[in-house]
């Protein structure tokens, strides 16, 4: 498996670990704005969003020696964050949150079975980068390295439409059916395209003799998992932010509003709010905030 912690965030963990006061400031601050725009697509009270935000960095520092380093750190993070909303909603008892995207949801009334829906159960929140079975670990890092040749794939060949296909069927487990209406193609299209892809990964775990699972629908499910996880589609911060300056290739453009608009990653819009908004004294006002409830647990320098 590639490791997903790039060498600049690995200088930034070290530092942490160390007790590094102005690594952990630096850290919050890199981190720190597209969180909140994260959690306030659910929490809308600045207040609230800005608790879950502290609890969150809370939760990081304090699971510092746990975390694996085998997703991006943002990804680590929003997923903490997402833990945190769901536990902040469960003390106000609503029952569903979901929070991958809901641009497509809110257009229709047949909700699509949401794959974070079983993370809002008490049992499951959010557990599955730390969960300790060997075998679905082995499965997941196999079925990633699968998932992601795929998708790189259709990205440098820059097929972008079979891309969307498999992303709107996998990343957001929506029917055939409303995939092909939302790209405006054929159902037989969709069926094609999912139908070569999933032989593909399949071929690919199978060379490797790692099983995944009986049912086909296991097997998409752990597709999903592994999805979310990884986030092989989502675009950099980067490119987010060459797309609001349109200085992106065409394609890209309209791949990354896409993403963005109709697909409507909930990262990826933190991301893009954050990018648009927020004034300097909002920012410092949180950093500050979080920096007084975290620095008691960095750990001292020896
Ligand atoms: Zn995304």
């Known amino acids: 498996m590639v490791d997903r912690v790039s060498k600049a965030e690995q200088y930034f963990?070290?530092?942490?670990?160390?007790?590094?006061?102005?690594?952990?400031?630096?850290?919050?601050?890199?981190?720190?704005?597209?969180?909140?725009?994260?959690?306030?697509?659910?929490l809308p009270q600045r207040a609230d969003a800005e608790d879950v935000i502290q609890e969150c960095f809370i939760a990081f520092v304090r699971s510092l020696d746990r975390f694996r380093g085998d997703c991006d750190l943002e990804t680590y993070?929003?997923?903490?964050?997402?833990?945190?909303?769901?536990?902040?909603?469960?003390?106000?008892?609503a029952r569903r949150v979901c929070?991958?995207?809901?641009?497509?949801?809110?257009?229709?009334?047949?909700?699509?079975?949401?794959?974070?829906?079983?993370?809002?159960?008490p049992a499951e929140t959010a557990?599955?980068?730390?969960?300790?079975?060997?075998?679905?670990?082995?499965?997941?890092?196999?079925?990633?390295?699968?998932l992601?040749?795929?998708?790189d794939g259709?990205?440098?060949?820059?097929?972008?439409?079979?891309?969307?296909?498999?992303?709107?069927?996998?990343?957001?487990?929506?029917?055939?059916?409303?995939?092909?209406?939302?790209?405006?193609?054929?159902?037989?299209?969709?069926?094609?395209?999912?139908?070569?892809?999933?032989?593909?990964?399949?071929?690919?775990?199978?060379?490797?003799?790692?099983p995944v699972g009986p049912s086909s629908e296991q097997f998409e499910n752990l597709l999903?998992?592994?999805?979310?996880?990884?986030?092989?589609?989502?675009?950099?911060?980067?490119?987010?932010?060459?797309?609001l300056l349109q200085t992106l290739d065409d394609e890209w453009q309209r791949y990354v509003d896409f993403h963005l608009n109709v697909l409507g990653c909930r990262f990826c819009r933190a991301n893009l709010e954050d990018l648009q908004h927020e004034t300097l004294e909002q920012q410092q006002q949180l950093h500050a905030r979080i920096m007084e409830s975290?620095?008691?647990?960095?750990s001292r320098p020896t």
């Open 77 to 93: 993070l929003f997923a903490l964050t997402r833990r945190k909303i769901i536990d902040s909603y469960r003390h106000r008892e």
């Open 13 to 42: 963990l070290d530092k942490i670990r160390q007790g590094d006061q102005q690594a952990w400031s630096d850290f919050v601050g890199r981190y720190r704005g597209r969180l909140l725009r994260f959690a306030r697509a659910k």
């Open 154 to 210: 259709f990205k440098r060949a820059l097929r972008f439409r079979d891309l969307q296909i498999i992303e709107l069927l996998l990343y957001c487990q929506l029917p055939n059916k409303r995939v092909a209406a939302t790209m405006n193609v054929s159902e037989q299209t969709v069926a094609l395209v999912k139908h070569r892809s999933l032989k593909q990964v399949r071929d690919t775990v199978e060379r490797k003799k790692v």
């Open 224 to 243: 999903t998992d592994v999805w979310e996880y990884h986030r092989f589609s989502c675009p950099k911060r980067s490119t987010i932010g060459g797309f």
């Open 294 to 298: 975290t620095v008691g647990f960095l």
């Open 127 to 146: 557990s599955w980068y730390a969960r300790a079975e060997e075998q679905y670990d082995v499965q997941k890092a196999v079925l990633a390295e699968a």
């Open 99 to 121: 929070l991958l995207q809901d641009t497509l949801d809110s257009s229709v009334e047949e909700a699509p079975s949401d794959p974070l829906e079983q993370m809002a159960s």
């Open 148 to 151: 992601g040749e795929l998708i």
